[in-house]
């Protein structure tokens, strides 16, 4: 973690959750997240396969992971620490790109099992900063998909200005 | 998401989706303005700009005032947030990795129903 300039943003405006319901048992699911066969298989946006997948599954071990694009170069590794790990329950690492200055986010998955065998798993990301929050959810708006998404992103932008004291 | 987001994503993305009303928000993002301020610069009828007003509002981009002689239309920034974030890079990155882990683990299930069968 960086200095205290970054803890004083509220943690609100630093998370993101993202929710699923699968058809399928918690056990199944934390398999998933467990080994490098696994994560090989399905971890990443389509077309963007990990190619490099190190992991050693256990508190305090360390996981290293990087995504081949389209264009077949790999992307700048990424990864840190499994912070706790509940097993069919919850999982918990840090994580950033091996980058200097790269900020870190702690990311939190917790698999709740439902009615009849269903599975909610919910991803829940803390950002160190706002800034770092704003930049990874927008991400999309490079390869926004027409004039009318780059205007959209146009007038967030000018209002995310208005809006900062 | 829950399908009411859903929904309202739907109407926010609709209302985006004409040049008129996309310039009617860019307008608003610098300050309210009422009908007829809006009018002015877009060689429409009021009629048409009041049509378009109502699309922003159903998908929550603006609100009306409650000022009944002038009603100044306000952007709203939280249904643009929103929509923001579903185009975010973070996001999307999760919603097509779950994709491709709802087909995995479909996949685990399989094997082992088999394995359980030998």
Redesign the interface.
Known sequence: MRGSESTQEPVADRE?V?T?V???PAR??F??YSKPE?IM??????GWPVTLCEMDFRKGGRFRFAMTGPDGMQGTPFGGEYLEIVPNRRIVYDNGFEKPGAERMIVTVTYEATAAGKTT?T?H?LFASVAMKNE??????ER?TGS??D??????A??RR??SP | MASATLQQLDRVFGA??D?TR?AI??RL??GEATVNELVAPFELSQPTISKHLKVLERAGLVSRGREAQFRPVR?Q?AA??G???W????????????????????D??RK?RRRERK
């Open positions: 993101v993202i699923r699968f058809d399928a199944l699911l398999e998933a696994h298989k399905w971890f990443g946006p389509k798993l991803i990301t990874h959810l927008g991400g999309g708006y926004g009318g998404l205007q959209l992103a146009d007038l967030v000018e209002m208005q809006e | 985006l989706a040049p996309r928000l860019a993002a610098s952007l920034a643009l947030a929509a923001a974030q185009l975010g890079g973070y996001r999307r990155f999760w919603e097509e990795s779950l994709d491709q882990l709802d087909e995995y683990v479909k685990m299930k082992e």
